[in-house]
T-cell receptor, first 111, second 112 residues
Framework: GNSVTQMEGPVTLSEEAFLTINCTYT??????LFWYVQYPGEGLQLLLK?????DKGSNKGFEATYRKETTSFHLEKGSVQVSDSAVYFC??????????FGTGTSLTVIP | DTAVSQTPKYLVTQMGNDKSIKCEQN?????MYWYKQDSKKFLKIMFS???????INETVPNRFSPKSPDKAHLNLHINSLELGDSAVYFC???????????FGSGTRLTVV
C-alpha cells in the first residue's frame, strides 16, 4: 500500500536555525513526492515537489531530495524565519491517483 | 481570482441540523475532492469526483453526501450534524498533470 510517515512535532526553533523535517514513504511503483505548507487559518499550498529518484525540489529556501534507496524525502531549510511558522505535510501520489498525506509537522519559529 | 473557493468560511450550528458547504473551482480541473482535517491537523480524504462521477468514497457516515452538478462544483451536504463532525473541511481540485492539488481555504464547522 501507499503511506507517508512524518516526524512528529511540534518543532520549535529560533530564527536562523537549521530545519529538518523527516519524511519516509511506502509506495508501489514510482510515486511523485510533495511537501505542502499550511499557514494558520489557510488551506494547504504546494511548497515543492519531486517526480523521480534523485530529483531535488526547492522553493523559498526549502529543499527536499527524492531518495529512492532510503524511501525518504526530508525537508530542509538552512535558516528559518518567523514567517515559516506553519504546518508542513509530506505527501505522495501517482498519476491519476489520490494523494496520501503524512500527519503534518507543526513548526514554530521564535525571534 | 480565487482558484478553489469554498463557502462559508465559518459555520456554527446546532446538533441535529442539516448544512451544506459549497465548493467551486475555476481551473478547468477534472477531479475534485473533499478532505476533513481534525483538531490534530490530520487530513482524511472523504470523497473524490472525476467529471461529475464519484470515484472515491471513503468510510464516512452516510449522513455526508457529496453532490457534483458539474465538474466545476462539488458540494458537501451533511445531515443530522453531530459534535464529532466539528472540523475543518477542505475542498481541492486536480488537473491531469502530476503537480499537485489546489486547495480551498477551508470551512471551519463547529457543531454545538
Amino acid at each position: 500500500g501507499n503511506s507517508v510517515t512524518q516526524m512528529e512535532g511540534p518543532v520549535t526553533l529560533s530564527e536562523e536555525a537549521f530545519l529538518t523535517i523527516n519524511c519516509t514513504y511506502t509506495a508501489t511503483g514510482y510515486p511523485s513526492l510533495f511537501w505542502y505548507v499550511q499557514y494558520p487559518g489557510e488551506g494547504l499550498q504546494l511548497l515543492l515537489k519531486a517526480t523521480k529518484a534523485d530529483d531535488k525540489g526547492s522553493n523559498k529556501g526549502f529543499e527536499a531530495t527524492y531518495r529512492k534507496e532510503t524511501t525518504s524525502f526530508h525537508l530542509e531549510k538552512g535558516s528559518v524565519q518567523v514567517s515559516d511558522s506553519a504546518v508542513y505535510f509530506c505527501a505522495l501520489s501517482r498519476v491519476g491517483n489520490q494523494f496520501y498525506f503524512g500527519t503534518g509537522t507543526s513548526l514554530t519559529v521564535i525571534p | 481570482d480565487t482558484a478553489v473557493s469554498q463557502t462559508p468560511k465559518y459555520l456554527v450550528t446546532q446538533m441535529g441540523n442539516d448544512k451544506s458547504i459549497k465548493c467551486e473551482q475555476n481551473l478547468g480541473h477534472d477531479t475534485m475532492y473533499w478532505y476533513k482535517q481534525d483538531s490534530k491537523k490530520f487530513l482524511k480524504i472523504m470523497f473524490s469526483y472525476n467529471n461529475k462521477e464519484l470515484i472515491i468514497n471513503e468510510t464516512v457516515p452516510n449522513r455526508f453526501s457529496p453532490k457534483s452538478p458539474d465538474k466545476a462544483h462539488l458540494n458537501l451536504h451533511i445531515n443530522s450534524l453531530e459534535l464529532g463532525d466539528s472540523a475543518v473541511y477542505f475542498c481541492a481540485s486536480r488537473g491531469t498533470d502530476l503537480y499537485g492539488y489546489t486547495f480551498g481555504s477551508g470551512t471551519r464547522l463547529t457543531v454545538v
